[in-house]
């Protein structure tokens, strides 16, 4: 089998809450997503997702996806896509870096195995665990009281995994977790994320002013060193999402202690490939985790489904559903999410059956 065509579609997904906004006064109403089919000379077609939440969240942005796949995606043409680690070889080899724009072209190739093999992702990823698993619900960062009243909403909908958007004024920080945690019941997740926002001051103020929550702790701070200076002065469980970047960081931060959570995103580490070295070295490691992506809709959440779906429960923290999250759908057979959970899909690959009609034209096509 060989890759004869690689098409790149930019779609845009309105945020069905208005305004999601995170630390350092970031926001967005809308992203623009990009999705790869990758086609064989089989009659085989993959598909994936990137979509990078604006500019400024992570080393990525939408508008330079189809750049980066024109330049790397002629080294794939020709090969063979069930060859996932020569693909990721040839892609390390061609571009430094640059880990969103193989993302893609990587999960499109695991699509393609499993349909030539006739089985789920989840299954070639190390066998499927789970028929379901938890989702949390991120809450846009605004007022306390608005934030408290988006979690208790969200609850009633049947999640009881909250990730709560912090990284702003410590004062406003701390009685923005004080008052979701009031709305919240025992056994009931919140997380305060952070994003990087907190100077080192800010965040051991905030985390001294919510010592006695039952709150986890994630990225405070820009580094992994200013998180390790935070995390001396808590008890407080520590997440640690921004830094997680490839398996050499995990390494670097398990031995210094520095987390008892890793957020784990695939396009931030270049793909599926990768994301299951990290995950199964987590597992062997004894850190639980958050499987997820930067953002993206129903072809990103099946994505999401496999990799969550094929972890060790135990070990599975939590994960999202962000078709659910967006106002496009293009693929209506990808599950949603019910009762607070999230479905893993059973068809060979992805599972899911991508509408074509829906991505418009290609802005990029490679042969």
Same mark, same amino acid.
């Not at 942005?61 to 996932?84: F, K």
């Not at 990768?274 to 985790?289: H, P, W």
């Given at each position: 089998?060989?890759?004869?065509?690689?098409?790149?579609?930019? &779609?845009?997904?309105?945020?069905?809450?208005?305004?999601?906004?995170?630390?350092?006064?970031?926001?967005?109403?809308?992203?623009?997503?990009?999705?790869?089919?990758?086609?064989?000379?089989?009659?085989? /077609?993959?598909?994936?997702?990137?979509?990078?939440?604006?500019?400024?969240?992570?080393?990525?942005?939408?508008?330079?996806?189809?750049?980066?796949?024109?330049?790397?995606?002629?080294?794939? &043409?020709?090969?063979?896509?069930?060859?996932?680690?020569?693909?990721?070889?040839?892609?390390?080899?061609?571009?430094?870096?640059?880990?969103?724009?193989?993302?893609?072209?990587?999960?499109?190739?695991?699509?393609?195995?499993?349909?030539?093999?006739?089985?789920? &992702?989840?299954?070639?990823?190390?066998?499927?665990?789970?028929?379901?698993?938890?989702?949390?619900?991120?809450?846009?960062?605004?007022?306390?009281?608005?934030?408290?009243?988006?979690?208790?909403?969200?609850?009633?909908?049947?999640?009881?995994?909250?990730?709560? /958007?912090?990284?702003?004024?410590?004062?406003?920080?701390?009685?923005?977790? /004080?008052?979701?945690? /009031?709305?919240?019941?025992?056994?009931?997740?919140?997380?305060?994320?952070?994003?990087?926002?907190?100077?080192?001051?800010?965040?051991?103020?905030?985390?001294?002013?919510?010592?006695?929550?039952?709150?986890?702790?994630?990225?405070?701070?820009?580094?992994?060193?200013?998180?390790?200076?935070?995390?001396?002065?808590?008890?407080?469980?520590?997440?640690?999402?921004?830094?997680?970047?490839?398996?050499?960081?995990?390494?670097?931060?398990?031995?210094?202690?520095?987390?008892?959570?890793?957020?784990?995103?695939?396009?931030?580490?270049?793909?599926? =490939?990768?994301?299951?070295?990290?995950?199964?070295?987590?597992?062997?490691?004894?850190?639980?985790?958050?499987?997820?992506?930067?953002?993206?809709?129903?072809? =990103?959440?099946?994505?999401?489904?496999?990799?969550?779906?094929? =972890?060790?429960?135990?070990?599975?923290? !939590?994960? !999202?559903?962000?078709?659910?999250?967006?106002?496009?759908?293009?693929?209506?057979? !990808?599950?949603?999410?019910?009762?607070?959970?999230?479905?893993?899909?059973?068809?060979?690959?992805?599972? &899911?059956?991508?509408?074509?009609?829906?991505?418009?034209?290609?802005?990029?096509?490679?042969?």
């Amino acid at each position: 089998m060989k890759i004869i065509q690689i098409d790149v579609y930019q &779609i845009t997904y309105e945020y069905l809450g208005g305004e999601y906004a995170w630390s350092g006064g970031h926001s967005v109403s809308s992203l623009v997503s990009t999705i790869v089919k990758v086609s064989t000379d089989e009659g085989l /077609k993959g598909f994936a997702e990137v979509c990078p939440l604006g500019p400024a969240y992570m080393a990525a942005y939408a508008r330079g996806v189809p750049s980066g796949i024109e330049e790397l995606g002629g080294v794939l &043409i020709g090969e063979d896509p069930c060859q996932i680690r020569r693909i990721n070889a040839l892609m390390d080899s061609a571009m430094g870096g640059h880990n969103y724009i193989k993302s893609p072209l990587d999960i499109a190739c695991w699509d393609i195995l499993g349909q030539a093999s006739g089985l789920p &992702i989840a299954t070639l990823l190390g066998g499927r665990q789970v028929k379901d698993f938890p989702l949390y619900r991120a809450i846009s960062q605004h007022l306390p009281e608005e934030m408290a009243d988006n979690v208790a909403r969200f609850r009633s909908e049947g999640y009881r995994r909250f990730q709560l /958007k912090v990284g702003g004024d410590p004062d406003d920080d701390i009685r923005r977790i /004080k008052a979701a945690r /009031k709305v919240l019941e025992a056994g009931d997740i919140l997380v305060a994320d952070a994003n990087t926002g907190w100077l080192m001051h800010q965040a051991i103020r905030v985390v001294n002013g919510v010592a006695g929550e039952d709150v986890y702790i994630e990225q405070p701070c820009l580094t992994l060193e200013e998180c390790l200076v935070v995390r001396e002065h808590t008890r407080l469980p520590m997440v640690l999402c921004e830094v997680i970047t490839g398996i050499d960081v995990v390494l670097r931060a398990y031995e210094r202690r520095a987390m008892d959570v890793v957020n784990l995103k695939f396009s931030r580490v270049g793909g599926l =490939t990768k994301a299951k070295q990290i995950r199964d070295l987590c597992e062997s490691l004894g850190i639980v985790m958050t499987i997820e992506d930067s953002w993206g809709g129903d072809i =990103t959440t099946a994505t999401i489904a496999h990799l969550a779906g094929s =972890t060790r429960p135990e070990f599975l923290f !939590t994960s !999202t559903d962000f078709n659910t999250y967006v106002d496009v759908r293009v693929a209506e057979d !990808t599950p949603v999410r019910k009762d607070g959970r999230l479905a893993v899909p059973s068809g060979p690959g992805l599972g &899911i059956h991508v509408d074509e009609k829906t991505l418009g034209k290609p802005v990029l096509t490679l042969r």
